[in-house]
């Protein structure tokens, strides 16, 4: 499976964004999906996941009520959508595929638990 992360920008804080992550090659109907970050001089953040045969979703302390993950196996493509964002939200998402669905909770934030990764789509929060 290919992932390609889209919806990135700038924005003010307190805005929102929705971030989409399409799939080609296959559908998502195996995969798991998770949404990670990585802001300058920082380490890959975990942020959400979802899990196609439970719907299980899981997010990282840091954006829970303020993000919210949803998948369109339809159109083949994962959402991220977030509100309220805010400047340390700033960092490029990626977006990664795993045959491990459903995801475990203590997994979720964990890069080395997925195989398949796009390219990463920048998000600026800033006036």
């Known amino acids: 499976v290919q992932l390609q992360a889209s919806g990135g920008g700038l924005v003010q804080p307190g805005g929102s964004l929705r971030l989409s992550c399409a799939a080609s090659?296959?559908?998502?109907?195996?995969?798991?999906i998770g949404w990670f970050r990585q802001a300058p001089g920082k380490e890959r953040e975990g942020v959400s996941s979802?899990?196609?045969?439970?719907?299980?979703?899981y997010y990282a302390d840091s954006v829970k009520g303020r993000f919210t993950i949803s998948s369109d196996n339809a159109v083949r493509t994962v959402y991220l959508q977030m509100d309220n964002l805010k400047p340390e939200d700033t960092a490029v998402y990626y977006c990664?595929?795993?045959?491990?669905?459903?995801?475990?909770?203590?997994?979720?934030?964990?890069?080395?638990?997925?195989?398949?990764w796009g390219h990463g789509t920048q998000v600026t929060v800033s006036s």
């Open positions: 990664a595929a795993s045959l491990g669905d459903p995801v475990p909770e203590q997994d979720f934030n964990v890069a080395e638990y997925y195989t398949y």
């Open positions: 090659g296959s559908t998502l109907d195996r995969y798991a």
């Open positions: 979802i899990s196609r045969s439970d719907g299980s979703t």
